[in-house]
């Protein structure tokens, strides 16, 4: 016998429902949101030969979906805008009925299929998306000193980000203790900022470097 199991995962807690093809429930179960607590809730059932498991795309899912199918499991990552449309429909909204809901969407095949990222799709997501935050926060510091300088009338012209250091360093020698104290303070952070987006950059080149598509751009 075929079964359908439906994973509504929240970061905390999931809820599963297990329905056969006849689409009628015959187990469910809570456990935290680990991959291990949920293999263990489905091996305990006996639902891991001849299941297939659907969770909703969503911060877990790439983690989950990578987890479950290592340890056997058959796993369908679906897209959770089409299943929300598809359970808003649904009278009853809650974490049981939208494990029941995505399971009965799995037997009946209809789900659209999300592809789970590689590894080093991963990678250079977590590449990106630290240099993007890091380059942020530089903006920041580097324009909340430049306005709090204007307090005191300095206007600090434009700089490389390499000089902007000593630039401010040279402009507030004139002030007061405490406020040259706390603009020292932004600027340790611009300090440990820059070097780490030194750090990010370099990762990110190298991995350039090893990238087969990513040459062709730089070759041309």
């Not at 290592?70 to 796993?75: I, L, P, R, S």
């Not at 300095?154 to 040259?180: A, M």
Request: one cysteine or more; a neutral charge; proline letters at 0%.
């Amino acid at each position: 016998m075929k079964y359908y199991i439906g994973l509504d995962v929240s970061l905390k807690e999931t809820f599963i429902n297990v329905i056969n093809d006849k689409g009628k429930t015959v187990y469910e179960c809570s456990v935290l949101s680990e991959a291990d607590a949920i293999g263990d809730c489905l091996r305990a059932g006996g639902y891991k030969e001849d299941a297939i498991l659907g969770i909703e795309s969503g911060q877990l899912s790439i983690h989950l979906c990578k987890a479950l199918s290592k340890a056997g499991f058959e796993v369908k990552c679906v897209d959770a805008r089409h299943m929300a449309a598809a359970l808003s429909a649904r009278i009853n909204k809650n974490d049981k009925n939208d494990a029941l809901g995505i399971a009965i969407m799995l037997r009946n095949e209809c789900y659209k299929n999300v592809q789970i990222k590689s590894e080093d799709s991963c990678e250079l997501k977590v590449m990106i998306g630290s240099r993007r935050q890091l380059v942020s926060s530089r903006q920041q510091i580097m324009g909340t000193i430049r306005g709090l300088l204007k307090i005191y009338g300095i206007k600090l012209q434009s700089s490389k980000h390499g000089n902007f250091i000593e630039v401010v360093k040279r402009n507030i020698t004139g002030l007061s203790n405490s406020v040259i104290a706390s603009i020292n303070g932004m600027l340790n952070s611009l300090g440990i900022v820059e070097e780490s987006l030194e750090g990010i950059n370099n990762l990110i080149e190298e991995y350039v470097k090893e990238d087969e598509d990513c040459r062709l751009f730089v070759g041309c």
